[in-house]
């Protein structure tokens, strides 16, 4: 359900096409409904470890296997899990977020950084062979919004681990009562995810006496995203830290304005505002006023709402889609083999 493994199955599913192509998933953690959507030319091999155990038996059992398909490169996806393997052979590793300890970077030939403020991230704690490959979306499979017209209910959406702490959504939920509050605005915020911050989120949304303007979705999958996300009018994007942010680049595609805080990472994906909007960090009056006045451009019809959205749809198409994020990695791989 994670970013991590939606992204990692729509490469997969680009990179078949150019070569023997195959998945290790280590850890017993497996989310059926995410494997479904692989290409079956992936071929998949479940090593069954429990999550950070050493047990010999799994570590005996991953080499094996790669004695057995004699892949030309490895990727990981988590940087510890090198520490499982005893054959020499091009390992490579994409960093998916900023603030990961570093203690394995060394032992890979080359680091991916999905995004600028990742490889800053990464180059601050060494010298690392490092190269940015934006994560990528299939922006065929999302249904585009074809209106702007001003809507009787104005809805929001946030797509999100529910950990507010790095996701913001406390601040997001601050700043739709402050919105609600003038001129009893209305509007509507969905929250799609689940995390360890559901209880603590919908016990906020009490207290701020919010029940008849935020719903809780819990999880649902990329079939339904995609189906979907064009019906809401913003999509926000709250977090505290971020360094990428797919769903802001999904919502682009889907043609909805984001708002997203103002870190590298989701910053990077607007272009620093030109195809999106943003608010300052943590600041919950700048998020309501910048909720308030892209409804108002929803109210008057607003054409420059309209080339916005046109704009930064072709943007994304340019630059982050999926295939161009398995070539990427195809073309560091045959440097190395």
Not at 219 to 226: E, L, M, P
Not at 295 to 307: A, F, G, I, R, T
């Amino acid at each position: 359900m994670g970013g991590i493994d939606t992204m990692l199955v729509d490469i997969l599913n680009e990179q078949v096409n150019q070569g023997k192509t195959s998945l290790i998933i280590i850890n017993n953690k497996v989310d059926v409904d995410v494997l479904k959507k692989l290409d079956p030319r992936v071929k998949v091999y479940r090593i069954g470890r429990k999550p950070g155990s050493f047990n010999i038996i799994s570590i005996i059992k991953f080499n094996l296997l790669i004695l057995r398909i004699k892949p030309s490169i490895l990727h990981f996806h988590n940087s510890n899990a090198i520490n499982l393997l005893f054959i020499k052979k091009p390992c490579f590793l994409t960093v998916h977020d900023i603030g990961y300890d570093d203690r394995d970077y060394r032992k890979y030939d080359k680091i991916f950084a999905i995004s600028k403020s990742v490889e800053n991230d990464i180059l601050s704690k060494g010298n690392y062979p490092t190269k940015i490959v934006y994560n990528g979306i299939n922006s065929n499979n999302l249904i585009k919004r074809k209106d702007f017209n001003n809507p009787e209910i104005f809805k929001l959406v946030a797509i999100s681990r529910l950990e507010h702490k790095k996701k913001g959504l406390d601040l997001l939920l601050e700043a739709i009562k402050k919105a609600v509050s003038i001129n009893d605005s209305p509007i509507h915020l969905d929250i799609i995810g689940e995390g360890n911050s559901m209880e603590f989120l919908k016990q906020l949304v009490h207290t701020l006496q919010l029940e008849s303007h935020v719903s809780f979705l819990n999880k649902q999958n990329r079939d339904y995203i995609y189906k979907n996300l064009h019906s809401y009018n913003l999509l926000v994007q709250p977090s505290r830290y971020e360094g990428f942010g797919l769903t802001v680049a999904e919502a682009i595609a889907a043609k909805i304005p984001v708002l997203v805080s103002a870190n590298d990472g989701p910053m990077e994906i607007i272009a620093g505002g030109k195809y999106g909007y943003s608010f300052e960090r943590e600041n919950i009056e700048d998020l309501t006023n910048k909720i308030v006045m892209i409804k108002d451009l929803y109210s008057n019809h607003s054409e420059k709402l309209v080339k916005i959205t046109e704009l930064a749809y072709a943007h994304i198409i340019t630059n982050f889609e999926v295939s161009k994020t398995a070539t990427n990695y195809l073309l560091e791989y045959k440097k190395f083999v």
